[in-house]
């Protein structure tokens, strides 16, 4: 079984930039594809960003394409989340996400088998 751990956020005002951090407990973490996500107060949680199991596919949502930038070390069992220049509208609970399908890069939660707990980031005005 998966075991995400979600680490990084805190406070920063905007502008700012956090790196998020998703560290894995499988052996087989490369076989996964991973995704970021988030949820807002009030919000629906909504699609960040992903990418396959090589690294060499992403895909970002709109809001965040030029800002964030989604990696990961398969050696490290690690995917990152680096966020640059940080909007109030970024505040919310971050969460990982691995992917069966290695292979893509989907927007989808139900495409996504195990999750993280999430980590709050807050951006101030």
């Known amino acids: 079984q998966v075991q995400l751990v979600e680490s990084g956020g805190g406070l920063v005002q905007a502008g700012g930039s956090l790196r998020l951090s998703c560290a894995a407990s499988g052996r087989t973490f490369s076989s996964y594809a991973m995704g970021w996500f988030r949820q807002a107060p009030g919000k629906a949680r909504e699609f960040v960003a992903a990418i396959s199991w090589s690294g060499i596919r992403t895909y970002y949502t709109d809001s965040v394409k030029g800002r964030f930038t989604i990696s990961r070390d398969n050696t490290k069992n690690t995917a990152y989340l680096q966020m640059n220049s940080l909007k109030p509208t970024d505040t919310a609970v971050y969460y990982c996400?691995?992917?069966?399908?290695?292979?893509?890069?989907?927007?989808?939660?139900?495409?996504?088998?195990?999750w993280g707990q999430g980590t709050q980031v807050t951006v101030s005005s």
């Open positions: 996400a691995a992917s069966l399908l290695k292979y893509s890069t989907s927007t989808l939660q139900s495409e996504y088998n195990y």
